[in-house]
């Protein structure tokens, strides 16, 4: 059973950045780059849950919204899934999800295939 914990969140002004960070435990095979996908979504107030970054076998893909300024990377020896957020804007406000899909994986962003998540954390972003 994987168990996925997300860690600071926050607040920052518009044109900050933000790093989010997510501590991944319970595969059975160990953690790695090949047989998951790890990624992260995110979800506003009265708008639906999103698929924001995903990674893949060293693939990354990133939804059109955070393209250019958001990265998705990993840490398998620390089992830690991270996504950097840079130039972040007011929408970009919202509750963030580490999430996996295990045991098998289409690609990073195969969304509806996401079956493990964390709690989320909140990201605030001012104007």
């Known amino acids: 059973q994987l168990q996925l914990a997300e860690f600071e969140g926050g607040s920052v002004q518009a044109g900050g950045s933000l790093r989010l960070s997510c501590a991944v435990s319970?595969?059975?095979?160990?953690?790695?780059?090949?047989?998951?996908?790890m990624g992260w979504f995110r979800e506003a107030p009265g708008k639906e849950r999103e698929g924001v970054a995903g990674i893949y076998g060293g693939r990354s893909y990133y939804a059109d919204p955070v393209k250019g300024r958001f990265t998705i990377s990993q840490d398998t020896a620390k089992k830690t899934l991270y996504l950097e957020m840079n130039n972040l804007t007011p929408e970009d406000s919202a509750k963030y999800y580490c999430?996996?899909?295990?045991?098998?994986?289409?690609?990073?962003?195969?969304?509806?295939?996401?079956?493990?998540w964390g709690q989320g954390v909140q990201v605030t972003v001012s104007s």
């Open positions: 999430a996996a899909a295990a045991p098998l994986c289409s690609g990073p962003s195969s969304w509806h295939e996401y079956n493990y």
């Open positions: 319970g595969f059975t095979s160990g953690y790695s780059s090949s047989g998951y996908c």
